[in-house]
C-alpha cells in the first residue's frame, strides 16, 4: 500500500510541475522606468538599461505566476550623466554596495484587475509592495514565438528604502520628490 501512496504522490508533483510555464523578459521590447518630481514643479523621468525577470505560471491567465525581476542600478539612465553617476553615489542608490533592486512576488487577478504582490527590495531594504498591472494579452509573432504583455505601475517612497539626500528650494518645496513613480512596459517570451 506504501509503494501506491508513494507512486501516487510521485505523478501528482510531476503533473503539478508539468503545467508551469516559463517566461523570459524580452529586453528589446521593455522598459522599466521611473519619475520623480523635481522642484515641486516638474517630473524626472529615468530608467534602468540592464533588467532580468523570470516568470513562472500555471495558468494562462497569470493568475498565482510567480515572478523574479532585478535591475541592475549602475545601468540608471536620466539622460543626464552628472545626474545619474549622483544617482549611484551614496547619496541615493549606492550602487557600488547595493548593485540590484530586486523583486520577487506574484501576479494576483481579482476579476479583471490584476496586482503585482510581493517583496521589493532597493539599498538593501526589503518592503512588501503592491502594484497595478494591465495584461495586455498573448499572442504568437511572426516568427512562431508567444509574447504577453503587461504595463504596470506602482509607488514607493525612496525614504523608506536609505534614499535620504534631500533639499529644499527658497520656497521650501523638496528638490527631489520622495514618491517614486514606477512604470514598467514589459513584453514577456515563452520559453522551450
Same mark, same amino acid.
Not at 74 to 103: C, M, Q, V, W
Given at each position: 500500500? %506504501?509503494?501506491?501512496?508513494l ?36 517630473e ?10 523570470t ?16 535591475a ?33 512576488? $506574484?501576479?494576483?487577478k ?17 518592503? $512588501?509592495?503592491?502594484?497595478?498591472? %494591465?495584461?495586455?494579452?498573448?499572442? $504568437? ?22 534614499? %535620504? ?28
Amino acid at each position: 500500500m %506504501k509503494k501506491v501512496s508513494l507512486l501516487s504522490a510521485l505523478v501528482l508533483v510531476a503533473g503539478m510541475s508539468f503545467g508551469q510555464t516559463k517566461w523570459g523578459i524580452d529586453a528589446a521590447h521593455s522598459n522599466i522606468g521611473f519619475t520623480v518630481s523635481h522642484m515641486v514643479i516638474s517630473e524626472t523621468e529615468g530608467n534602468f538599461k540592464e533588467f532580468d525577470a523570470t516568470v513562472t505560471s500555471s495558468k494562462e491567465d497569470f493568475d498565482g505566476a510567480e515572478v523574479v525581476f532585478t535591475a541592475k542600478v549602475a545601468s540608471i539612465d536620466t539622460d543626464n550623466e552628472k545626474r545619474d553617476e549622483h544617482l549611484k553615489g551614496e547619496d541615493f542608490f549606492n550602487a557600488e554596495k547595493y548593485p540590484e533592486i530586486k523583486f520577487d512576488g $506574484k501576479i494576483k487577478k481579482s476579476g479583471s484587475k490584476y496586482q503585482l504582490v510581493g517583496d521589493f527590495t532597493m539599498r538593501g531594504v526589503t518592503k $512588501k509592495v503592491t502594484f497595478d498591472v %494591465k495584461y495586455n494579452g498573448t499572442v $504568437k509573432d511572426p516568427w512562431g514565438n508567444i509574447k504577453s504583455g503587461f504595463k504596470i505601475n506602482g509607488t514607493v517612497n525612496r525614504q523608506e528604502y536609505g534614499l %535620504k539626500w534631500g533639499a529644499l528650494t527658497e520656497a521650501g518645496g523638496a528638490v527631489v520628490g520622495d514618491e517614486v513613480n514606477i512604470i514598467c512596459n514589459v513584453e514577456l517570451q515563452k520559453k522551450g
